[in-house]
């Protein structure tokens, strides 16, 4: 897919499902009550998104939500107010991914279910071939205020213009 949402637009509406962070959590009998989150949370706000197509994938799991985490003071002081990473995967396994990479509550993990608001920006990438099915692409979006103030979908299998770095030299 290409991207259709652009520079400039307003995102369109989604409610994505995701399991706050808590410590009790950190008990691996815990499985956390998945609750919503609707993108009108963010009317006002910096927001910062990256999307992968898989939790625990290696690319995704070494390359691209790490560099978020350590970074993350450096989001908080050019001012955003929410770092979050979007999937298809659901609020349980995305949920045992942040605890698993120490996410805390500094990155929220959002279930994209079937990849559909991705896709709805011509984000969503067909992994069919390889049995995944329709994930989340991999790529970046700032967002303020709910518009779009950056937004890159990776051409190839690294991570680039998505990660960390690259983001951050846009805010
Ligand atoms: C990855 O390395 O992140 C990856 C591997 C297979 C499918 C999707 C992502």
């Given at each position: 897919m290409a991207p259709t949402i652009k520079v400039g637009d307003t995102i369109p509406e989604a409610t994505f499902?995701?399991?706050?962070y808590t410590p009790e959590l950190e008990s691996k009998l815990a499985c956390g009550i998945p609750?919503?989150?609707?993108?009108?949370?963010?009317?006002?706000?910096?927001?910062?998104?990256?999307?992968?197509p898989?939790?625990?994938?290696?690319?995704?799991?070494?390359?691209h939500l790490p560099p978020y985490l350590e970074k993350y003071d450096e989001f908080k002081a050019k001012g955003v107010d929410t770092i979050a990473v979007v999937?298809?995967?659901?609020?349980?396994?995305l949920s045992g991914w942040g605890r698993f990479e120490g996410v805390g509550d500094k990155i929220l993990l959002l279930s994209d279910?079937?990849?559909?608001?991705s896709a709805s920006l011509g984000?969503?990438?067909?992994?069919?071939?390889?049995?995944?099915?329709?994930?989340t692409g991999r790529y970046a979006l700032i967002l303020d205020d709910l518009v779009v103030k950056y937004v890159e979908l990776e051409p190839g299998t690294d991570v680039t213009v998505s990660g960390a770095e690259a983001v951050l030299a846009q805010l």
């Open positions: 499902n995701y399991i706050p609750i919503k989150l609707n993108t009108s949370q963010w009317k006002g706000k910096k927001v910062v998104i990256f999307s992968v898989g939790a625990f994938t290696p690319t995704c799991h070494v390359n999937a298809a995967n659901d609020a349980f396994v279910g079937s990849a559909k608001w984000l969503s990438v067909d992994l069919s071939a390889i049995g995944f099915g329709v994930r």
